[in-house]
């Protein structure tokens, strides 16, 4: 069964720091996924990783994917009080029915 | 706004009912995706739909069911509701089949069973 972590699961850093927040899951995925979340919101679309040591970023966000460590990571630069959200991982494979498992997010609170 | 419609925005209703959550995915994309966000469970994928056709299944329960329908739209259907029930339903949309691509979300329905 496919399971995903993260960790930290709370955050709570200061502007300006940097910091990584960890995605592993159990299994072979053939994609990954990062997600944000504001209070109250839908989900916002981050990075789509494919293949292993993908690396995307976007503003102060970088997101990288290790297939054979089972492990992501999205990598916070200088952290704005902006980035503050919940931010999720997910995974799935490419079985004859695609599944997608959340991890349980981390929430994220940069203070001024 | 990420272009997928989700109708009602929120749903009040009483044990044992039935509701019906409709979702619009953006124009032109195939694939509708159900998930179910609680404090208890997290995220859960519940269903996909591809074309028409049930493309994935995760964590439905039985009570539950879906279609998508020939414009595309999609509806999930609640029914026996139990207290537990009560959590944010999301759609969201990709373009094809498979989720290589990301998907794009709903604002979401909060159902709330009484």
């Known amino acids: 069964e496919l399971k995903v972590e993260q960790n930290p699961l709370f955050l709570s850093m200061q502007e300006g720091k940097n910091y990584t927040i960890y995605c592993n899951y159990s299994?072979?995925?053939?994609?990954l996924y990062w997600y944000r979340q504001d209070p109250g919101k839908s989900l916002e679309s981050l990075f789509v990783?494919?293949?292993?040591?993908a690396v995307k970023q976007e503003g102060r966000l970088m997101a990288s994917l290790d297939t054979k460590a089972r492990l992501s990571t999205l990598h916070i630069t200088a952290a704005v009080h902006d980035l503050s959200a919940t931010y999720f991982c997910?995974?799935?494979?490419?079985?004859?029915?695609?599944?997608?498992?959340f991890g349980p997010g981390t929430s994220l609170s940069v203070i001024p | 706004d990420s272009g997928v419609t989700q109708t009602p925005k929120h749903l009040i209703t009483a044990t044992g009912q039935r509701v019906t959550l409709r979702c619009s995915p953006r124009s032109g994309d195939l694939s509708v995706y159900w998930y179910q966000q609680s404090l208890d469970q997290g995220l859960q994928f519940l269903i996909q739909y591809y074309n028409g056709e049930e493309r994935a299944k995760g964590n439905i329960l039985e009570r539950f069911s879906a279609q998508q329908f020939p414009d595309l739209h999609s509806e999930l259907n609640l029914s026996s509701l139990e207290l537990g029930d009560s959590a944010l339903y999301f759609c969201?949309?990709?373009?094809?089949?498979?989720?290589?691509?990301?998907?794009?979300f709903g604002p979401g329905t909060r159902l709330t069973v009484t």
């Open positions: 969201a949309s990709s373009p094809i089949g498979t989720s290589s691509y990301e998907q794009y």
């Open positions: 997910a995974v799935d494979r490419l079985t004859s029915y695609d599944k997608v498992i």
């Open positions: 990783l494919l293949s292993n040591g």
């Open positions: 299994t072979t995925s053939d994609r």
